[in-house]
Structure formats: structure tokens, C-alpha cells
């Protein structure tokens, strides 16, 4: 996992390459990348390269929801939930543009990942169990969903799904959605991402997701 910029400090970051010397696919390969490790405010600063150079394009909504969906995680690695949310949340508006203008960037625009990319990202073939589950190191979890709400955080709506396995319990926070097609209480499901310590216990939000 990798360190990012610490909030309250001064933006030092560079990329390792000059821009426009790399193709776009690769800029958005290495983002990518950063956004696995954690390195959000580093994976918002290299994608934001590629928003430059599509101006005038039909996927250039897309990639403004992807850098806001890096930024607000970046705020939530950083404690600032409010801020996380609010920035996701406008994320999200990027969405009906992601699926209109298709990126190879692997990250939505609400700030998930597609779990046969996370997959192929991460190397977690296999679930490991929510007992043993530590906050900041990625795994991929499985389990039934037990408990569904929707509440506002930062008057942004946002989906907290609860998954119990047998041996423990993990809270899934989908924000700015209201609803996830087939996700009901019963239903076996498959999350991958990131668990964050917080008041709820370990978190992962808007992670990768699979219905089983």
C-alpha cells in the first residue's frame, strides 16, 4: 500500500514523465495503478492529464466523474467524510457520460471497479474471511447480505449494504447510489476493496462488486 499526499501538506507529486509523451491508454493504465495502492490524490493528479488532452470529446464528462471519484477518496483516506461525500457524490454525475463514452481506465466514475478488472488488477482470486480483514490492506470478501439501508451522508444519498460470512461482518457504503439491480437482503455478494476503520467498524466504500 502506498503512502499518499497527506492532507494539510503541499502538493509535491509528479508523475515521472513529462506530459503528452505517453500515450493516453498508458496515462490511464498508471492512474489506475495509484488508485489500487491507494495513492488517490496521485491517481487524480495523472488521470487529470488525460482530461486535458480530450477536450471536445464525448467521454470528457467520464473523466471528470473518474479524477472527482479519485479526489473523494482521497478526502476519506484522509478523515474528511464530509468532504469524501460531497465530491463522490458529484462523481456520480459522471456516470450517464461513462456509459456513453467508454474509457479503458478500469475505474467508474462513481469510483468503483468492475470486479473482473479489480481481479486481474490486484491478483485476488480467492475470498479470504471477514475475520480477518485489516484496515488499509485490499482483499476480496464474500458473504450474505444481512442488512440494507439508505441514509444521507453530506445530503448525499448513499447504500450501506451489511455482509456477514460466518465468521464476521463488513460494511459495504455505496454513496451517491439509492439502489444496486439484484442486491437484496439474502442475497450472496462479493465485494473487493480496501477496508477503512471508522465508528461502523471496517468499511469499504464503493468497492468492487459481484453478485453471486
Same mark, same amino acid.
Given at each position: !500500500?502506498?503512502?499518499? =499526499? ?26 489506475? $495503478?495509484?488508485?489500487?495502492?491507494? !495513492? ?5 493528479? &495523472?488521470?487529470?492529464? #488525460? /482530461? ?20 473523494? !477518496? /482521497? ?36 469510483? !468503483? ?14 475470498? #479470504? ?15 450474505? &447480505? ?14 450501506? &449494504? ?6 464476521? =461482518? ?7 447510489? *439509492?439502489?444496486? $439491480?439484484?442486491?437484496?437482503?439474502? =442475497? ?23 453478485? *453471486?
Amino acid at each position: !500500500m502506498g503512502e499518499t =499526499r497527506k492532507r494539510g501538506t503541499r502538493a509535491t507529486f509528479h508523475p515521472g514523465w513529462e506530459p503528452g509523451t505517453l500515450p493516453e491508454e498508458e496515462v490511464l493504465r498508471r492512474g489506475g $495503478a495509484l488508485y489500487d495502492d491507494g !495513492m488517490y490524490w496521485e491517481a487524480h493528479e &495523472v488521470w487529470e492529464e #488525460v /482530461w486535458r488532452r480530450r477536450k471536445g470529446q464525448p467521454d470528457r464528462d467520464f473523466l471528470k466523474g473518474l479524477i472527482q471519484g479519485a479526489a473523494g !477518496m /482521497w478526502h476519506l483516506s484522509q478523515g474528511n467524510y464530509k468532504g469524501a461525500v460531497s465530491v463522490l457524490g458529484r462523481a456520480g454525475d459522471g456516470r450517464a457520460a461513462g456509459d456513453r463514452g467508454h474509457v479503458q481506465a478500469g475505474t467508474r466514475a462513481d469510483g !468503483m471497479i468492475p470486479m473482473e478488472i479489480a481481479k486481474s488488477r490486484s491478483g485476488h482470486e480467492e475470498t #479470504v474471511p471477514m475475520a480477518t480483514a485489516r484496515a488499509r490492506v485490499r482483499a476480496r470478501f464474500e458473504g450474505d &447480505v444481512r442488512k440494507i439501508r439508505i441514509q444521507p451522508l453530506a445530503a448525499v444519498p448513499t447504500l450501506e &449494504v451489511v455482509l456477514d460470512d460466518g465468521t464476521g =461482518r463488513l460494511t459495504a457504503l455505496f454513496m451517491g447510489r *439509492r439502489g444496486i $439491480a439484484g442486491v437484496e437482503c439474502g =442475497r450472496r455478494l462479493a465485494i473487493e476493496g480496501t477496508p477503512v476503520a471508522g465508528e461502523r467498524g471496517l468499511t469499504l466504500y464503493n468497492p468492487a462488486y459481484d453478485l *453471486r
